[in-house]
Nanobody, 127 residues
Framework: QVQLVESGGGLVQAGDSLTLSCAAS????????IAWFRQATGKEREFVAG????????NNADSVKGRFIISRDNAKNTVYLQMNSLKPEDTAVYYC????????????????????WGQGTQVTVSS
């Protein structure tokens, strides 16, 4: 079992950068694929980026490719989401999620496949 806590959200202007962190408890963090999802008001939760257990492979949503970078430090039990060139449409609550993985498989884009979720952190981008 793993517990996830997101941090780093806030209010920024369009074009700014922000880095989110997802800190995990437990000694088996390196066995989980981790993903970031986001949910804007009135919209469904959507996949943003994911990273495999070792950090060797990542995948991003088309909407954030070239702007967001996901990374992880298994020694610190933490996953990061570096967000650059932020746009007003990036405004949402951002969640990290964990899925127990038996191998280096790309993160699923389906939220229902994740067993553990953080409480979320709000990111607001003003124009």
């Amino acid at each position: 079992q793993v517990q996830l806590v997101e941090s780093g959200g806030g209010l920024v202007q369009a074009g700014d950068s922000l880095t989110l962190s997802c800190a995990a408890s437990g000694r088996t963090f390196s066995t989980y694929t981790i993903a970031w999802f986001r949910q804007a008001t009135g919209k469904e939760r959507e996949f943003v980026a994911g990273i495999t257990r070792s950090g060797g492979f990542t995948n991003n949503a088309d909407s954030v490719k070239g702007r967001f970078i996901i990374s992880r430090d298994n020694a610190k039990n933490t996953v990061y989401l570096q967000m650059n060139s932020l746009k007003p449409e990036d405004t949402a609550v951002y969640y990290c999620a964990a899925d127990l993985a038996w191998s280096e498989i790309l993160a699923s884009k389906i939220s229902g496949e994740y067993d553990y979720w953080g409480q979320g952190t709000q990111v607001t981008v003003s124009s």
